[in-house]
């Protein structure tokens, strides 16, 4: 039966109910659309999340008042050294910093660049700083989000920050992080470790947080322990606890676009459903004819499998063609925010583009399946009527 013949008179099929397809082809697309690119930035970002934990130290220890994270004294450090296992312990300068004009604020992190950096991040960029230019004064480094910003306000060399004390301190712009960092460091200045405390009004002996590593995972839970009974107001988070909280966060916003998805594509097929449950004296004329010329019910399901299959396939193609070229082309604008927040800065990342293969099938099985079910199932109720019956 797969013959020539039936191919031409599938394609024919196909031209001659083009208008009934169409509506039907035009909600599938959009229907895999939608879903397509929730998977997408969900997968995608989840991965870039993961890269970027993985280069970020072992634990973070802060210190807690009434439920605030406070600033914590500098001598804990030596206290954590002495603890078995670990390792390259150094202490960490940030904090918010509110710039008037637009009544927004950026995260300030103070970097001492000739200490070991427990952050991979930070030694790549260690490596790439002219330290000698970078010392000659008082310089910073600055997310792509801040830095348009400084460019709408004409701070493009310099910007003036105001200390807790009231005093001016001008700062020179060295360089600026690209899109590709954007989702660690759109809203980041990074300055000179001294220079960030006075900014922020840190004390001299003390700093934000204190970053250690335990190389061996056996040893980091009882270095945890250990580090919690130094004093009863630390508060040690882990990277594996950085990494849920993310993951779950992006698994919640798939979850409620997964939940209106199956709604959304449940009340296609039953549309679907129902308007070929109601075919029309024309089709069932047509279906008549191809039984009264020998065509069996076999055959018959087997047309209406490949032509509907077809209007299927290219939509979903289509479909997810589009959703990549969304994402990964035109950034998400709007999904983006949703995944990410609505930043007080203007945020511009590019998403590493991470599709799995198994996703992508098993969205097509469970849209291609029950779409050619509710359809063959009236239409094989149709072909089971007797040939007089259905010409009548």
Not at 20 to 38: A, G, M, T
Not at 266 to 274: A, D, G, K, R
Request: hydrophobic content about 50%.
């Amino acid at each position: 039966m797969l013959n020539k013949s039936f191919y031409s008179f599938l394609f024919l099929m196909l031209f001659i109910h083009r208008s009934k397809h169409f509506s039907i082809f035009v909600i599938s697309i959009i229907l895999v659309f939608i879903l397509s690119s929730v998977m997408f930035i969900s997968t995608s970002l989840s991965k870039d999340i993961q890269y970027t934990l993985d280069s970020q130290a072992d634990f973070v220890v802060q210190k807690m008042k009434a439920g605030e994270v406070i600033d914590i004294d500098l001598s804990l450090i030596e206290k954590i050294e002495q603890i078995y296992g670990v390792k390259n312990v150094t202490s960490r300068v940030y904090g918010k910093y509110f710039f008037k004009p637009l009544k927004q604020s950026f995260t300030i992190v103070g970097v001492d660049f000739f200490e070991e950096q427990n952050s991979k991040n930070l030694k790549t960029l260690s490596k790439k700083l002219d330290m000698s230019k970078f010392l000659e004064k008082e310089y910073m480094i600055i997310g792509s989000g801040v830095k348009k910003l400084f460019d709408k306000f004409k701070y493009e060399k310099s910007y003036f920050f105001t200390t807790p004390l009231g005093e001016s301190i001008e700062v020179e712009i060295y360089d600026a992080f690209d899109d590709t960092t954007s989702l660690l460091s759109n809203d980041m200045i990074i300055l000179p470790k001294e220079l960030a405390k006075i900014v922020l009004g840190v004390d001299e002996y003390k700093t934000s947080d204190i970053a250690l590593n335990v190389p061996n995972e056996l040893e980091r839970a009882n270095a945890k322990v250990e580090i919690i009974l130094k004093d009863d107001n630390l508060r040690v988070i882990s990277k594996d606890d950085m990494k849920s909280y993310y993951l779950n966060l992006f698994n919640y916003k798939t979850g409620l676009f997964l939940v209106l998805y199956i709604v959304a594509i449940l009340t296609f097929l039953l549309i679907l459903y129902q308007r070929y449950s109601m075919i029309n004296s024309s089709d069932k004329k047509e279906i008549a004819i191809l039984k009264a010329v020998g065509w069996s019910i076999k055959d018959i399901l087997k047309l209406k499998v490949f032509e509907n299959f077809l209007v299927a396939f290219f939509s979903f193609s289509i479909g997810i063609i589009l959703s990549f070229i969304y994402i990964f082309v035109t950034k998400a604008p709007f999904l983006m925010q949703i995944f990410l927040g609505f930043s007080n800065l203007d945020f511009s990342y590019e998403l590493t583009p991470y599709i799995p293969f198994g996703s992508i099938v098993t969205l097509f099985i469970f849209y291609v399946v029950p779409f050619l079910c509710v359809i063959l199932i009236p239409v094989w109720k149709i072909a089971t009527v007797d040939v007089i019956k259905s010409i009548k």
